[in-house]
């Protein structure tokens, strides 16, 4: 494991999640401010949707993190006869002495990869997003709860691929974060086919530990009254438009202010910036706005729109 120092202070916390992504560039060689919003959501302790094509490192991105973090990691192919049991585990019973033993699933670890999520069955789908919003999974009227460390990051091919059922809004409202990764430059492409090939894996730099007292630190940055009411009033103007059939929940406002904490704190710093508000605005809320024209999950319609409506909220003093 890579040495990092003890965590007492922001300038110590960052300096650990900078050897994180040191150890995370080199698996992945895309576009840096994904492993930004990576480290965000597993600070704030929410979950990232990655909406892209297959083949663009998106499996080896997630095992890369695990790695780097030092927590368990499991991954579940999500296909169209998949079953909540599949993923959740459930009871079984032994003949010889009459009882049920409950038989965790695969989604009892610290990070788990839930692959082209929106090929599984609505029910599965439901039922794997309610585990992933109350931390817990309840099997014959017993709860059984999840890693305090659970996040998962789900892969979702794009809504016009065959065999796929796209998460309704409800359930997309549930992730922290949703991105897309894009395709590398050509030089990045250019070394995956080879110096890229032989590269040993990346160290762990971080621990289960270590990421709890990161989690509890990125909850304590401070908050200051007017940026917790230029995050409210940036939600409520997108409620009232009439161009806008969903606007963003007091869910999403709440994610807004867990994301910037994380990123302060990613950066070193003890408070809340409205830079960190801005930078979050469309990784955390374009998933969430749902405009009454265009394409449904056209994530372009919704930026430039979402861009439209905020510009008029005044930025703190």
């Not at 919003?37 to 890369?64: M, N």
């Amino acid at each position: 494991m890579a040495r990092v120092a003890p965590l007492t202070t922001a300038d110590d916390a960052a300096a650990a999640l900078a050897a994180v992504r040191e150890q995370l560039a080199a698996v992945w060689l895309g576009d840096g401010a994904v492993l930004e919003l990576l480290l965000v959501a597993v600070l704030a302790g929410g979950h990232v949707l990655l909406e892209d094509v297959p083949g663009v490192g998106k499996t080896t991105l997630a095992k890369g993190l695990a790695r780097t973090l030092g927590v368990a990691f499991n991954r579940v192919q999500f296909t169209s006869d998949l079953l909540p049991a599949d993923v959740l585990g459930g009871s079984v019973y032994h003949p010889g002495d009459g009882r049920f033993e409950f038989v965790p699933g695969p989604i009892f670890t610290d990070l788990l990869l839930a692959d082209e999520i929106n090929r599984a069955p609505t029910r599965s789908q439901s039922a794997f997003l309610q585990a992933m919003e109350e931390g817990q999974v309840t099997a014959d009227g017993v709860s059984h709860p999840l890693s305090p460390l659970f996040t998962v990051i789900a892969t979702q091919n794009p809504i016009d691929f065959d065999s796929t059922n796209p998460l309704p809004e409800a359930q997309l409202d549930r992730f922290l974060i949703a991105m897309r990764l894009g395709y590398p430059d050509a030089a990045a492409e250019s070394t995956l086919l080879g110096a890229y090939r032989t590269a040993p894996p990346p160290l762990a730099v971080l621990d289960p530990e270590r990421l709890r007292r990161l989690r509890a630190q990125a909850r304590e940055v401070f908050l200051h009254v007017d940026l917790a009411q230029y995050i409210v009033a940036l939600a409520r103007v997108t409620r009232d438009d009439p161009r806008v059939r969903l606007g963003i929940s007091p869910r999403g406002a709440i994610h807004l202010a867990d994301a910037a904490r994380a990123r302060a704190l990613l950066h070193g710093r003890g408070a809340v910036q409205a830079e960190d508000v801005r930078a979050l605005l469309h990784p955390v809320w374009d998933h969430r706005l749902l405009p009454r024209q265009g394409r449904e999950h056209d994530r372009r319609i919704t930026a430039a729109l979402l861009d439209e409506l905020t510009a008029g909220v005044p930025l703190p003093r």
